[in-house]
């Protein structure tokens, strides 16, 4: 079964940005695009008010059959949400297929753009578990990524090359790639492999969080940390669904501030 189609919210000014964003687990993209574009900054704009010349690209899961919860959209069979690295090889079909996917999308708004650092790439809970991973295949330096709620799949491995001396991004992009059974050639209009950790990330996480422990948030930020990423970390009390939202206005405040920063 193929992806659905996604939902594109389009630049109301000169197309100057893309950002792809992808939902958690029983979401899709247009659900996930109507619910973030609800909220606002502290000046009351949604975030596409903030940015008129983004594109804003929201991809749906396919409908998978999970083993704790059955038939439901998601990215990836994920075990466990207290060790998410249990059971790990349940993982791997659903990694690949996603990370196909969103690699598609993101070559064809570098090929439209003709600057990959014009291209943010994000997502909530698993869909920022998944676009962490879809960045660490894409061998690609990127404008940004923006995480929140989230974690990071094969964890274990990519802090252990993480942490040997001659360990570094491009060679975690080769692992993944590797792990997940990606061809070498996955349409890139060149490598740049080297220059991946100029990425900036922001990470954000509910201190309360019911669903995603924020434990799991700060291990994404050591790991990349690690690698020399420079990782933006913000850390919220009170969100909706039980802290496993964005806390509005400030986180909404934060991810703007983040992304003008980036001067992208």
Known sequence: MSFPPCYVHGPTTTHTNTIILLHGRGSNGPEFAGELFEGCTSAKFNLAQVFPGWKWVFPSSKSRWDTVFKEMPE???????????????????????????????????????????????????????????????????LGAIVGISGWLPLKDHVRKIANEESGGLATVAEFCRAKLGLKN????????????????????????????????????????????????????????????????????????????????
């Not at 080297?194 to 994404?220: R, Y």
């Open 75 to 141: 990215w990836f069979d994920i075990h466990s949400l207290t060790d998410t690295s249990a059971e790990e090889p349940l993982q791997i079909e659903g990694l690949k297929e996603g990370v196909e996917m969103v690699l598609g999308l993101l070559e064809d708004e570098v090929r439209s753009l003709g600057d990959s650092r014009k291209v943010v790439l994000g997502g909530i809970s698993q869909g920022e578990a998944m676009a962490l991973q879809t960045f660490l295949c894409s061998q690609r330096r």
């Open 185 to 264: 050639d996955n349409g890139c209009l060149h490598n740049d492999a080297e220059s991946m950790g100029e990425t900036p990330v922001f990470l954000g996480h509910g201190v309360d969080d019911a669903f995603v422990d924020v434990g799991l948030g700060q291990e994404v930020r050591e790991i990349l940390e690690k690698l020399q990423m420079k990782v933006t970390w913000k850390e919220y009390v009170g969100a909706d669904n039980e802290g496993h939202w964005l806390k509005d206005p400030e986180e909404f405040d934060d991810i703007a501030s983040f992304l003008k920063d980036q001067a992208l």
